[in-house]
């Protein structure tokens, strides 16, 4: 088993930044793929973006140019930079970890970006 604990979420203005941070712990294996999730109420959950342990990133779009995913494999740690935040950004963001056939998700932190 995984565990994943969120951290760094809050309540911001357009136009500030945010550092979320996911420490994992339990049974991490290399070769993983760690990443961020994010669900707006009303919406479905949306990749927001992944990284291999490689150092491989994938940005499917919502986030692409002003998120930055990085990750510290010592530290089994992955963070998400966003910058520019708007208030369609809001949302609940989970950290997520796939090893082989498994996934696993924390428990969500809370992102609201309103004047």
């Known amino acids: 088993q995984v565990q994943l604990v969120e951290s760094g979420g809050g309540l911001v203005q357009p136009g500030e930044s945010l550092r979320l941070s996911c420490a994992a712990s339990?049974?991490?294996?290399?070769?993983?793929?760690m990443g961020w999730y994010r669900q707006a109420p009303g919406q479905q959950r949306e990749l927001v973006a992944t990284?291999?342990?490689?150092?491989?990133?994938n940005y499917p779009g919502s986030g692409e140019g002003r998120f930055t995913i990085s990750r510290n494999n010592a530290k089994n740690t992955v963070y998400l930079q966003m910058n520019s935040l708007k208030p369609e950004d809001t949302a609940v963001y989970y950290c997520?970890?796939?090893?082989?056939?498994?996934?696993?998700w924390g428990q969500g932190t809370q992102v609201t970006v309103s004047s």
């Open positions: 997520y970890c796939r090893q082989g056939d498994s996934a696993y």
């Open positions: 990284m291999t342990s490689g150092g491989f990133t």
């Open positions: 339990g049974s991490i294996v290399s070769g993983n793929i």
